[in-house]
């Protein structure tokens, strides 16, 4: 059967939502923090060629690369709940600045499987790539939980819902920017297939090197963020509206999610077919278990 509670709670209309949500934006609390969140989010770049790299340079099956994404996702479940049990109490600035400075490490380190280094220390290609995702999915799992902690607390009561999908959305959308920014960069360096199964790496390394260099940068804004749930609470003790403020969290949203849209859509509409269309296919086989 089906309990229905009695609330005294009237459905808001979409227009104050939206002033609700433009009032909470305006708050110190809110956009301080959100602003490290873009930020450092939309400096977490990857290396767009790397896929290519285990295809088309080591030579990676579908398997390989299946039991990679496994155990990365189980090891993701383990950095959960490793922070429950050792960090849930820890410092939110500590866990930030030290889960980044292993992850850009462990970017970094991909420039080992690039010159094979692994090998001349008796590391095969899929054991040592398996280590570096791992360690990623699991650093990543554990640095994600402070921040949904600290969006929890920006809720307000009878906009919880609303006011958790605009905060995870702009947290989304610097990721989908970063995603966007990482693709932009294979222009810089040749990382195309072909070149990549001629054997010349010279583009994958220096890309990955820069995106590890990258991501460590927001860690100078680390100040915006509270300490933990004490020091969130005396923030919002401010109740002080920036007005401007809440007005460019709103645009560099709506940007963002313009770009986001845009390049999509010329993903679909323009993409390159060109020399290398059998290289591509040959990926996605790969993938497809094919």
């Known amino acids: 059967f089906l309990l229905e509670l009695e609330t005294n709670c009237s459905p808001k209309n979409f227009y ?18 959100m602003t490290f969140v873009y930020i450092y989010n939309a400096l977490q770049l990857t290396n767009a060629a790397w896929m290519n790299f285990l ?10 690369i299946g039991i990679v994404s496994v155990v990365g996702s189980i090891m993701a479940w ?31 380190a991909q420039i080992i499987l690039v010159f094979g280094w692994n090998r001349r220390i008796g590391i095969s290609d899929i054991w040592f790539s398996m280590g570096d995702d791992v360690l990623v999915e699991f650093i990543i ?4 939980l402070p921040m949904c902690i600290m969006y929890l607390g920006l809720c307000p009561k009878g906009s919880e819902g609303t006011t958790y999908a605009m905060l995870t959305t702009m947290s989304n959308l610097a990721g989908s920017l970063a995603f966007d920014i990482s693709t932009a960069l294979t222009v810089v360096w040749d990382v ?13 390394w220096k890309l990955s090197l820069l995106c590890g260099l990258a991501g460590p940068l927001p860690l100078v804004l680390l100040g915006l963020i509270p300490k933990n749930k004490e020091d969130q609470r005396k923030l919002q003790e401010e109740t002080t509206k920036y007005y401007w403020m809440g007005v460019l969290f709103i645009v560099v949203m709506l940007f963002t999610l313009l770009i986001t849209f845009v390049e999509s859509i010329y993903e679909v509409c323009f993409f390159d077919e060109g020399s290398s269309n059998e290289r591509q296919r040959h990926l996605l086989q790969v993938l497809a278990g094919h």
């Open 16 to 33: 104050k939502q939206c002033q609700d949500l433009f009032d909470m934006v305006q708050l110190r609390a809110v956009w301080q923090p």
């Open 55 to 64: 295809v088309e340079g080591l030579d990676f099956v579908a398997w390989m």
């Open 78 to 108: 383990f950095g959960i709940m490793t922070y429950k049990k050792f960090f849930f109490a820890s410092n939110w600035r500590v866990v930030y600045f030290w889960c980044t400075t292993l992850a850009s490490l462990i970017a970094i």
């Open 141 to 144: 799992a554990v640095q994600f």
């Open 192 to 204: 195309s297939s072909d070149t990549i199964a001629s054997g010349d790496y010279t583009g994958v």
